[in-house]
């Protein structure tokens, strides 16, 4: 297994044959609230949620096998007095604990599932913008077998490109195109639940162009999910650093996953690049333009009318 780092809040996480240590260290400006939802069929963690003040963290152990999810909560009240609350992914509870309870979207996800493979010795994981975003996430991983590397995730702030019509009311986070406009086409259900059909919209194009290494949408491609396979520690953390996870939102079906070449090459997105597809591609829904090309990463795309890229 490998140790892996998150940046929303610092998370390192070491593994070995016993089980694995995820260690939060909070990087970020402002106290984040991780908030922590075990997979189906694997024993809870010792805590479901947790404040976690700027510059400290927190270690929690989990069992060889444990599948599960985090993300980080912003803008929270909680106190004696009554229920609490949330500014972004808050998760309904009305306590600092979530007991059970997802992260209600926009939230950025990281994703684990930990001794996984034929002999239990891999670790796959994820960072998804497929409920949209709230804060930069990043999971960097050391160890792992030869030819593997296992780092990924979002270090850019997308709340700064956002476009108008998936701004949350207060700024503070960003939706996907599914959770603010419903439609199939953006949520890969009905009759564009597969790959075939499912083809990436203009504002996931815009998500994956900042975040190059992070699920953009439901269908995205390998260079989004990694997998190690080694017994060594790991680790996740708001620093600026490369990485990625796997998906598995509840905004529509759970990504393939895939692997990354041994080199790991980091290819970021110019801000320029970043604003220009904002203003000038993005306009409430629809192109402004006939067609436009988008790049991502090192492939062009066109897009229609539609929204969606051929």
Known sequence: MALFKLFFALLLLCTSTYGAKFTFVNKCEYTVWPGILTGSGTPPLETTGFELPQQSSRSLQAPNGWSGRFWGR???????????????ADCGSGQVECNGAGAAPPATLAEFTLGSGSQGSQDFYDVSLVDGYNLPMIVE??????????????????????????????????????????????????????????????????????????????????????????????????????????????????????????????????KSDVVAQANNVLRTGTIVAPMANMVIGEASASVTNDGVME
């Open 74 to 88: 912003t803008g929270c009240k909680f106190n004696g007095t009554g229920p609490g609350s949330c500014s972004t």
């Open 141 to 270: 991983a050391s160890g792992g077998s030869s030819g593997m590397c296992a780092a990924t995730g979002c270090v850019t702030d997308l709340n700064k490109y956002c476009p108008d019509e998936l701004k949350v009311s207060n700024g503070d986070a960003c939706k996907s195109a599914c959770e603010a406009f419903g439609k199939p086409e953006y949520c890969c259900s009905g009759a564009h639940n597969t790959p075939d059909t499912c083809k990436p919209s203009v504002y996931a194009a815009l998500f994956k162009m900042a975040c190059p290494r992070a699920y953009s949408y439901a269908y995205d491609d390998q260079t989004s999910s990694s997998v190690t396979g080694a017994e060594q520690p790991g680790a996740m953390s708001c620093a600026h650093s490369p990485g990625t996870l796997r998906s598995g939102s509840g905004s529509g079906p759970e990504p393939k996953v895939g692997h990354w070449s041994k080199d790991c090459p980091v290819k970021k997105a110019k």
